[in-house]
């Protein structure tokens, strides 16, 4: 009963939430169905998808600190779609993401083998690694074309308000609808990530293809962060801090973490963007916002533990 209350709570601030991002200020309909709307639409979807990887990450690999920032892929992700939008193919951003992405955890897992078995521990520091050289390359592009400054900018520090063609909205629309298949996927995942929690070995003892899951897991959230660095540039501590909540809230499976860190994640979203268009007059970017919450949160969660 008690999570059941936690659950309705969560969702009914989700509500509260979404109502306040479109209404507040009594906006126009053609405000609210041609900018507010779509901004709902990628704020719900990135929040959701970044809770969700961050919530198999930390599982998967035993650590509180992976998540796919950590990890480097938003970075290289980043790094892919601003290479296609300085190319000139700026429909095809989502698709550099991806290829961004897919080539950063291909290097990050060839960093973590040692002798050919996969070392947890190494995995951070590769990604660590990883992020570092990919944001240094971002960088470079940013120097040499300064041009697309703005742009880049945009992307590293989250752009939700991103202004929408209606054949780049359809577009993302129907990439909306393949990443809710994908994070339906790693959801089925969920007994067999607690059960992979406690040991490699037990796992394979009990019929479980750790390898190769592992792997599956690592080239599809590839796929769902690509898409969304894409889209929304990189976002900080979203998929970093609500699976630890959700845990604080006295949650212990990942059947139930995986859902409640989605909305979760998304309605923290929401408000992060609220505030941060809200505030000061002008509108900052949602990452000064999600890290101002995070970086506290983290120091807790060290004296805590």
Not at 8 to 25: E, H, P
Not at 212 to 241: D, E, N, P, Y
Request: proline fraction near 3%; hydrophobic fraction near 55%.
């Amino acid at each position: 009963m008690k999570k059941f209350l936690i659950y309705l709570t969560i969702l009914l601030a989700f509500a509260g939430m979404i109502v306040l991002y479109l209404f507040s200020g009594n906006p126009g309909q053609n405000i609210v169905q041609n900018v507010r709307l779509p901004r709902l639409v990628l704020t719900v979807v990135t929040g959701m998808s970044l809770a969700a990887v961050g919530s198999v990450y930390q599982l998967m690999l035993g650590n509180p600190l992976a998540d796919p920032y950590i990890l480097g892929v938003s970075s290289g992700s980043a790094l892919g779609s601003i290479i296609f939008a300085s190319l000139g193919l700026i429909i095809l951003m989502p698709l550099g993401g991806f290829i961004g992405a897919l080539l950063t955890m291909l290097l990050v897992w060839r960093l973590a083998l040692k002798d050919g078995v996969f070392d947890k521990g190494r995995l951070i520091i590769a990604g660590v690694v990883a992020g570092l050289f990919f944001s240094s390359g971002i960088s470079l592009l940013m120097y040499l074309g300064k041009e697309d400054t703005v742009l880049i900018l945009s992307t590293l520090m989250g752009n939700l308000g991103r202004i929408f063609s209606h054949q780049e909205y359809q577009i993302f629309l129907g990439l909306s609808l393949f990443l809710g298949i994908l994070i339906f996927w790693l959801y089925l995942q969920s007994r067999a990530l607690d059960i992979m929690s406690t040991s490699d070995h037990y796992a394979q003892s009990v019929g479980i293809g750790v390898q190769a899951l592992r792997k599956k897991i690592f080239w599809i959230s590839s796929l769902i962060i690509g898409i969304v660095v894409s889209f929304a540039g990189i976002i900080g501590f979203v998929g970093l801090i609500t699976p630890h909540i959700m845990r604080m809230l006295g949650f212990n499976k990942q059947s139930e973490i995986f859902p409640g860190s989605m909305f979760f994640g998304a309605g923290f979203l929401l408000m992060s963007d609220f505030l941060a268009k809200n505030i000061g007059g002008i509108e900052l970017p949602v990452g000064v916002i999600t890290a101002a919450v995070g970086c506290p949160f983290f120091a807790y969660l060290l004296m805590r533990k």
